[in-house]
């Protein structure tokens, strides 16, 4: 893969300038098999897994046999907590449970490098050249990312570290999830339409790329 050039821009939504990285560096390929299986671990852990409905041992009502088995002209039945009769238990009750699995370190560590070159092929990433809010302030969100033309668009935004305010002022913003750039995985990237990360995030990004290529 040859180098890629991302659009820098400033909190005032300016161009200023263009940060080259090489994908190949972050991930020499793409398993889509791979990245499919990571997504799909994602999905399945942020299940809640509380549905319940009620058996035939659960429900109220007596467990006599309703009439005798002979002699009636009709079917035979059992007690009125029967599936087939109104009030009953279900058949095949559905019970709580956890739909929790997780794929091996390794493999979702892989999975968060290809999904970042991925993105990067594609040119779905924007490098926000400094990020800096004194104070939660929604407006000042919006306004950062009307700017840089993703007003209404589905976002990542990635910073060096946890910034308290810049997750205050975005939370409320639809679409958008802000994360410090360690948190990433293949879901949080692949799953917005653009991926914005601060240069110092793209920096660290850059440096444990070379770090992991040079050992």
């Known amino acids: 893969m040859s180098s890629v050039k991302l659009p820098v821009y400033s909190q005032n939504g300016e161009k200023v300038g263009e940060y080259e990285i090489n994908p190949s560096e972050i991930a020499p390929t793409v398993n889509k098999q791979l990245l499919h299986d990571a997504v799909v671990m994602y999905l ?22 309703m009439y005798k088995q002979k002699g009636t002209g009709r079917a035979r039945m059992g007690s009125k907590r029967t599936p087939q009769r109104r009030g009953g238990g279900h058949a095949n009750s559905r019970q709580p449970r956890s739909w929790y699995y ?37 407006k000042v969100m919006a306004e950062t990312l009307r700017k840089m033309g993703l007003e209404g668009k589905t976002a990542t935004l990635a910073t060096a570290s946890v910034d308290r ?51």
């Open 44 to 65: 399945a852990n942020r299940r809640q897994g509380s549905v319940k409905t009620k058996s035939r041992g659960e429900v109220s009502g007596s467990t006599k046999k």
């Open 102 to 138: 997780r794929l091996n370190r390794k493999a979702v560590q892989l999975a968060t490098r290809m999904a970042l070159a991925h993105k990067l092929q594609h040119g779905s990433v924007v490098v926000l050249d400094r990020l800096q809010i004194d104070a939660p302030k929604t």
């Open 165 to 215: 305010n810049a997750y205050l002022s975005g939370r409320n913003i639809a679409g958008l999830s802000v994360s410090p750039v360690t948190d990433l995985n293949a879901l949080s990237i692949l799953a917005p339409k653009t991926l914005v990360i601060t240069r110092e995030a793209i920096d660290w990004v850059a440096s444990k790329s070379k770090a992991k290529v040079s050992a």
